[in-house]
């Protein structure tokens, strides 16, 4: 998808600021002209999270395609339309999507939110309209009706989650579960009821929790992903750690941040590669180079599912009697990553990685990365405007 424009961004600010749950396309001549799409990976990730479709369970052939109830929004309201979900015998099944009359709502290359609420997928031109000035007018029409009806059933879980944690920050000082920098987080999840297992779907509901202590300034995890190991010359955790871990006390380990701004003291750099796609992760030694490669339509992927919706909560860490305490304080909720600005936040060296491998004195080889962290009071140039709410 092309870069957005800065009105397109805020259609998509305005949509988020809304609380709506979108994905977007974008229809070029080529596909317009054939009355075809590609689903994308994020399209086929919104379809299977909102249960509408999921591809992955769907056979080829035309037999097997399904439909779904859908509108166009306009600014005189809404243009019935059918969408079509399948994979063609051809190109591998690739998956499919197309909206009846769709040449007749959009240009080449405009920029469509996909939505989907009460049994129907509604496609919004966030190119063309001004969704504000629909919102804002004192004309009612269907469109402003339906946004409206997504932003309340959107709140109820967020209304509901505040008020967990509220009567969590009544309590006050509360001991940690464990003696760990993770302790912030499943100490949370433990009042809140939340099996703490390796999930990589959000925490409560659909909304992702991220705890931190809030006087440490520390930046902020936003996901776990590893390399893709088939695209990158080594194969494993287990390689880079032989090749750039170090002794500390029993363990041999590699605990560093790698950022795309300067070589860290073992040598490694990331780099983006806007011809590729990729970002890449570089030694300086001429043995090594380019070791390992992650695909940037996954980091985005990843970061689509992770931070759909999240509430970053913050906390005052006490020590008493030798244990530590957590009292949590402020909820700050973003919705919606503006992906763009993920590729262009790694390449200020806003948005870093770590490594957190070791091999213990058993000699297993243990990861708890690579993360994905965003610089202290950066959320802002990633997320659209959230809110933030005290909790005492």
Same mark, same amino acid.
């Given at each position: 998808m092309r870069q957005l424009t800065e009105n397109e961004l805020r259609e998509v600010k305005t949509l988020t600021e809304n609380s709506v749950e979108f994905t977007l396309i974008e229809p070029t001549e080529n596909g317009l002209n054939k009355s075809i799409m590609d689903a994308t990976g994020p399209i086929r990730a919104y379809l299977k999270a909102s249960l509408v479709h999921d591809y992955e369970q769907q056979t080829q052939g035309p037999e097997h395609k399904i439909t779904v109830k859908a509108f166009f929004a306009d600014n005189g309201g809404l243009i019935p339309s059918i969408a079509s979900l399948y994979r063609p015998v051809t190109k591998n099944g690739d998956p499919r999507i197309w909206f009846k009359g769709l040449g007749d709502y959009c240009k080449p290359n405009d920029i469509l939110a996909i939505l989907y609420y009460s049994g129907t997928l509604y496609l919004i031109n966030i190119t063309k309209f001004n969704l504000g000035f629909l919102l804002e007018n004192n004309l009612p029409n269907p469109f402003e009706e339906l946004i409206r009806s997504v932003r309340s059933k959107?709140?109820?879980?967020? =209304?509901? &989650? &505040?008020?967990? &944690?509220?009567?969590i920050a009544s309590k006050g000082p509360i001991p940690a579960l464990l003696?760990?920098?993770?302790?912030?987080?499943?100490? &949370?999840?433990?009042?809140?009821?939340?099996?703490?297992?390796?999930?990589? =779907?959000?925490? +409560? =509901?659909?909304?992702?929790? #991220?705890? +931190?202590?809030?006087? =440490?300034?520390?930046? #902020?995890?936003?996901?776990?992903?590893?390399?893709?190991?088939?695209?990158?010359?080594?194969?494993?955790?287990?390689?880079i750690l032989k090749n750039f871990g170090y002794n500390r006390g029993v363990d041999f380990k590699l605990y560093c941040t790698v950022s795309a701004i300067v070589r860290n003291s073992q040598g490694l750099k990331l780099k983006l590669d806007s011809q590729l796609n990729q970002l890449i992760e570089n030694s300086d030694r001429p043995n090594a180079g380019d070791f390992v490669v992650w695909t940037l339509e996954n980091l985005h992927r990843r970061l689509l599912e992770k931070h759909n919706e999240t509430f970053w909560i913050a906390a005052d860490s006490l020590l008493i009697d030798g244990r530590e305490y957590f009292h949590y304080k402020k909820v700050e909720h973003t919705k919606k990553p503006i992906v763009s600005q993920f590729d262009i936040l790694l390449d200020q060296g806003i948005i870093t990685l770590d490594h957190l491998i070791k091999r213990n004195i058993s000699g297993k080889v243990v990861e708890k990365g690579p993360l994905f962290k965003i610089k202290p009071k950066s959320l802002n140039l990633l997320f659209p405007p959230s809110s933030n709410y005290n909790l005492v």
């Open positions: 959107s709140l109820e879980v967020s =209304k509901e &989650l &505040l008020f967990l &944690l509220k009567r003696n760990a920098d993770t302790s912030i987080g499943r100490t &949370l999840e433990t009042l809140l009821g939340i099996d703490i297992n390796s999930s990589k =779907k959000p925490d +409560y =509901k659909g909304i992702e929790l #991220k705890s +931190y202590r809030d006087k =440490k300034g520390n930046r #902020k995890n936003l996901f776990a992903q590893v390399p893709n190991w088939e695209m990158s010359k080594f194969k494993s955790s287990e390689e």
